[in-house]
């Protein structure tokens, strides 16, 4: 069994590439925001997706590690691509996405990076009139995706997974899918 871990800043288009691969994959698709989603709504904590990150990070990290212990146990049978964030920026400040007892929880083997260039992901945003999404300079994508490769490099340190970030540029998904594909087959 293997433990992907699969992150981008909000319009990197992770999830597109992820949705994508997955046709040629043999992995069981996990969105660990869904799953802290339902957890926070169960606690009626939260109506929607976009209110999570206003939650006080004590609140996150009590919903994290419940979400950790969810995914672990779907984990026993299949492969699994956990689809997350690998930090989420509050008002706070960063917040790990995936502090040590999550890490502790899922094992994960690999971390995969997705990444766009800053107006790309700007002009993405931009584009999604389906999501509340905070506008942000492009200095501040650019420290979001510096953030992440950080952070990934410190989880890889305490996991031994590796990193592998892929690229994913306007107009050129097909080959960011292959890459992923290679990658995971």
Not at 52 to 78: G, T
Not at 98 to 121: C, G, H, R, S, T
Not at 123 to 140: A, F, G, Q, V
Not at 151 to 158: E, F, G, I, N
Request: net charge negative.
């Amino acid at each position: 069994m293997k433990v992907v871990v699969i992150a981008g800043i909000p319009g990197s288009g992770s999830t597109t590439v992820l949705n994508q691969a997955l046709e040629n994959l043999d992995y069981v698709n996990v969105n660990y925001g869904d799953v802290m989603l339902q957890i926070a709504q169960e606690k009626g904590v939260v109506e929607d997706r976009d209110d999570m990150r206003m939650l006080s990070p004590d609140v996150q990290k009590e919903i994290q590690k419940s979400a950790a212990k969810s995914i672990r146990e779907r984990s026993k049978l299949n492969n699994i691509i956990v689809d997350t964030h690998c930090t989420i920026k509050t008002p706070s400040g960063f917040l790990p996405g995936l502090p040590k007892w999550v890490l502790e929880e899922l094992q994960p083997d690999m971390f995969v990076l997705i990444e766009a260039d800053a107006d790309e992901i700007l002009l993405r945003r931009i584009s999604d009139t389906s999501r509340t999404r905070d506008m942000e300079m492009l200095k501040d994508i650019i420290l979001h995706q510096e953030m992440n490769r950080s952070v990934s490099m410190a989880y890889a340190a305490l996991t031994g997974a590796t990193v592998k970030i892929i690229e994913n540029h306007n107009d050129e998904l097909d080959s960011s899918v292959a890459d992923m594909v290679e990658t995971l087959k």
